[in-house]
């Protein structure tokens, strides 16, 4: 047999996410079909049932992350693909998984909202929904992709994030990066780094479904391995079962919560580019982030100091990251295809020390590298010392 | 809203394009195959010859009938903005097209047209070439046309292996219709290379003030 | 020998865990669980093999009291994560417990979705009329003319069949039961668990305090003695004209039929995509 070798190929963002998910072994998908996100669906109807793998087109949006719900409990990798309105109609059940705490992944490939919207149109509208669109406190993993190349190893990275918290993780892309085709080498599958889930050591009479590790995430059998269990989406107890008391209520939700804030350095992704000596910046993420990385390179040309933070992870918004440059800049530019959804985000964090400056699009067009690069001009002016 | 107020950009606001990009727009109307054209270019340039390629595309109910425009930005460096900020190399299959992407075009920039299907060129810096007349008379298919300007435009860019692009070429489309894509697409060469680029007026737009 | 109900409860209940139970004295929800459970070990079944999933109502509790993989999931929506994992795993014997209102009106587009679809899982819909656990709203079964809290000056809607809706939408196999005819509920779901294909059993129950009590029915003995007399088999129902059968609960097996099975299908799918990748 001879090495496999990796390939370059010429691919869409949304083909990227189906090889990522495959890279992941994700080997489940349930869908609905919708506009920017359809590829994902087609593509994987093809590939997966050849990797023994199980598609299935449901009758809507909520049937679909049930089914993903009810695939990943018996321990197979289950992910959707959607946009908008899909995600909209995702959100019980989402909910359900973020409480059961089962891993899946969910991507939404966002377009003009609110509502029907603008079905072909890049936009970034559905930030704060990723984050609180299912009801109650709720832990989540936000990941947004800026290119082909990030499509998947974002996807790969949501997968094993999902396993490895026991957390849905939700995979933001937008119709740009969707529908642009680069040039890119995958790795190939043997290099990807693939984390499962956590099985149960104990034998099954020992097993308590949510009685977690140190990390704060329980083990997780699967449904037909012998450890017979109850899965709820009532607060429930260690032992999986619904419960009222107080105590055992308020241990659910800071668990939830505290399992994430215990792996922040691991989930919390960014890119920095041109930070160290900025006095001022832009905080971008998605397709946005890429007229923005443009639009600093041209003020470094023009004298400039300009930097990037590029937001892969979303939520848990990466706050340990921003307060340095926060202190260290006079400025930071959010620029967003929404009226403000991370600059809301920034401007929390922010302990007053930076101005935070919005540039908003909602036209249904990519904010070009020119509209940063000017925002950028006028934010340093008057600045020089 | 015409392109160039799309991209942000005017004419005479400083050009953001530096010389590691090299940006061309395929346009005309929906079934010229134009989508096609810019995917098997992309292919050509960022698999065969291994350079930096994105490719995007108008998407949405005017790629059906109406206006279709594709792009392909290429480049030795990993390409930040996807999409074109300045155009090197316009291709125009129709009037509407060339029309609404003619302002797009950087001042030392390449207008392609259909000569039969673009009446009125904005500029004599223009190369006027009848893919969809050859395609129809020569090649005996008039959907060809699209692979005729590919000819055209692999070899007036300059920025990529006519091998390679016969090869993307070869590989991007149905089986059986090899023969006919084939010498559609070299017939566009060969109408290429009566072409003398120098010998155009050095700017689109010496004549648009008047 | 049947088992005794002693034997059953020390097999499949999770005592010692989760008792009592949420359910009014004299509820319908008790009777079609041991008729679930007498179903199970004729089949001679593995616990570990069995995934009972449920949505959102007194019906939704039933899984938490059985020691299976046990599965609460949305209000509507157990078909939905049952499908996934009946496709993901189907080794699985998955069986779907729902009520009136979870599986045909929040949950109907999944029910009759899944009966198209014809997976091979079993559904079995407890029927009482009513929104039980909400405090006695009308549901889709509620019948014209009745009171609940929601019509309190006679309800204005029609019901529906469950059963003729799951007929109608492609269901392998379909009965119908009341809990008065207990016995016959577990040959039914007994049924229903070895049919390929998507099985339904509706089993027609009493809400006597929310339901029977509005309506002057009465207690749960009045509501189960009046199935008694309004039930009639389907053999029966074949001879008699449609204004007899009006007010009559027709009993028995309503639909069965071989229909190709999707998740048999699937595996000729999935040959199919293999050879076509490595042809590739």
């Known amino acids: 047999m001879t090495e496999a070798k990796r390939k370059r190929c010429l691919l869409q963002g949304n083909e990227a996410i189906v090889q990522g998910a495959l890279a992941a072994r994700c080997r489940f998908f349930a869908g609905y079909p919708i506009t920017p996100a359809s590829e994902i669906a087609e593509q994987l109807s093809v590939r997966l049932p050849a ?5 299935i087109q449901m009758e809507d949006e909520i049937a679909s992350i049930g089914a993903v719900i009810g695939a990943s409990l018996t321990g197979v990798k289950a992910m959707t693909a959607t946009s908008g309105p899909g995600f909209s109609l995702m959100q019980e059940n989402l909910g359900f998984a973020c409480a059961a705490e089962v891993p899946c992944v969910i991507v939404n490939v966002m377009r003009g909202g609110p509502s029907t919207g603008l079905p072909t149109s890049p936009a970034q509208g559905d930030v704060q929904m990723a984050r609180w669109g299912t009801h109650g406190d709720h832990p989540i993993i936000v990941l947004a992709v800026s290119s082909v190349l990030d499509s998947f190893t974002i996807t790969v990275k949501a997968f094993n994030l999902a396993e490895k918290y026991r957390i849905p993780v939700i995979v933001l892309s937008d119709e740009v990066v969707a529908h642009t085709r680069e040039s890119v080498e995958l790795p190939l599958d043997s290099e990807v780094k693939v984390v499962n889930r956590i099985a149960p050591g104990m034998p099954p009479d020992w097993y308590k479904p949510y009685e977690a590790d140190t990390r704060g995430v329980p083990p997780m059998a699967s449904f037909g391995d012998g450890y017979r269990h109850h899965v709820t989406g009532l607060v429930h107890d260690q032992d999986g079962f619904p419960t009222q008391n107080p105590q055992e ?59 990037l933070l590029q937001l892969i992870t979303l939520f848990p918004f990466p706050r340990r990251t921003l307060t340095p440059y926060l202190q260290q800049c006079h400025s930071v530019l959010v620029p967003e295809l929404n009226l ?11 302990q007053g020390q930076c101005a935070v400056v919005k540039l908003n699009r909602v036209d249904g067009r990519l904010i070009t590298p020119q509209q940063i690069y000017n925002r950028l001009v006028k934010l340093s002016a008057g600045r020089v010392s | 809203m015409s392109m160039h107020r799309e991209s942000g950009l005017h004419r005479n606001e400083p050009q953001k394009n530096d010389s590691q990009r090299y940006e061309i727009r395929f346009s005309g109307s929906g079934g010229q195959g134009i989508i096609t054209l810019a995917v098997i270019f992309a292919e050509a340039v960022g698999v065969y010859s291994g350079k930096h390629v994105c490719q995007t595309q108008s998407y949405g109910p005017e790629a059906r009938g109406g206006k279709s425009k594709a792009e392909v930005v290429i480049s030795n460096t990993p390409i930040d903005y996807p999409k074109a900020l300045g155009l090197d190399l316009l291709l125009a299959m129709n009037q509407a097209a060339c029309d609404a992407y003619f302002f797009d075009l950087n001042n030392d920039g390449i207008l392609v047209i259909d000569k039969g299907l673009v009446e009125q060129s904005p500029t004599s810096r223009v190369v006027a070439i009848p893919f969809t007349h050859i395609a129809r008379e020569e090649i005996g298919q008039e959907m060809t046309a699209n692979m005729v300007a590919l000819g055209a435009v692999g070899l007036l860019s300059g920025q990529v292996d006519l091998a390679f692009l016969e090869k993307a070429l070869l590989a991007g489309i149905p089986a059986g219709t090899e023969g006919m894509n084939s010498a559609a697409f070299r017939r566009g060469v060969e109408e290429a290379k009566k072409i003398h680029l120098a010998a155009l007026p050095r700017s689109v737009a010496c004549e648009e003030v008047v | 020998m049947p088992p005794s109900i002693q034997a059953l409860t020390h097999k499949y209940f999770r005592h010692n865990k989760r008792f009592p139970h949420v359910w009014c004295p004299g509820c319908g929800n008790g009777i079609v669980m041991g008729a679930l459970l007498r179903a199970i070990t004729r089949l001679d079944l593995e616990k570990d093999e069995i995934v009972l999933a449920s949505g959102i109502g007194c019906s939704g509790r039933m899984p938490t009291y059985l020691d299976f993989n046990t599965l609460h999931t949305t209000h509507g929506r157990a078909l939905t994560f049952a499908t996934g994992i009946k496709l993901a795993n189907p080794a699985l014997n998955v069986v779907a417990i729902m009520g009136d209102g979870d599986a045909t009106a929040i949950g109907g587009n999944h029910l009759i979705h899944a009966a198209r679809r014809n997976l091979n899982l079993t559904a079995i ?6 929104y039980g656990m909400t405090g006695g709203q009308y549901s889709p079964t509620t019948p014209f003319g009745s009171t609940t809290t929601t019509s309190v000056y006679g309800h204005i809607e029609h019901a529906f069949s469950i059963s003729e809706l799951a007929v109608t939408a492609g269901a392998a196999f379909v009965a119908r039961s009341t809990v008065y005819h207990a016995a016959l509920a577990d040959q039914l779901i007994e049924q229903a668990m070895i049919k390929p294909g998507f099985a339904v059993v509706e089993i027609i ?16 003995i009045d509501m189960l003695t009046s ?27 309503l639909a069965d039929r071989d229909l190709p099975v999707s998740t048999d299908e699937y595996k000729r799918i999935r040959e199919q995509a293999r050879s076509k990748q490595e042809g590739k």
């Open chain 1, 249 to 307: 209520v308020e241990k659910f939700h800071l668990r939830l919560s505290m399992k994430i804030t215990k792996g922040l350095s691991d989930i919390q992704l960014t890119k920095k580019f041109h930070m160290d000596d900025a006095e001022l910046f832009v905080v971008a993420y998605g397709s946005v982030a890429r007229s923005a990385m443009r639009a600093v390179e041209d003020a470094r040309k023009a004298g400039i100091k300009a930097g």
């Open chain 1, 340 to 350: 403000g959804q991370i600059s809301r985000e920034v401007q929390r964090v922010n």
């Open chain 3, 227 to 253: 199935f008694k007399e309004q039930a009639v088999t389907v053999k029966k129902a074949a001879t008699m004209e449609e204004e007899e059968l009006q007010g009559k609960i027709t009993i028995g097996v």
């Open chain 3, 125 to 130: 819909i407890i029927n009482n009329s009513i």
């Open chain 3, 205 to 220: 129950s009493n809400c006597h305090v929310q339901y029977g009590r509005r309506n002057k029915i009465g207690n749960a």
């Open chain 1, 51 to 55: 990797v023994n793998g199980t598609f």
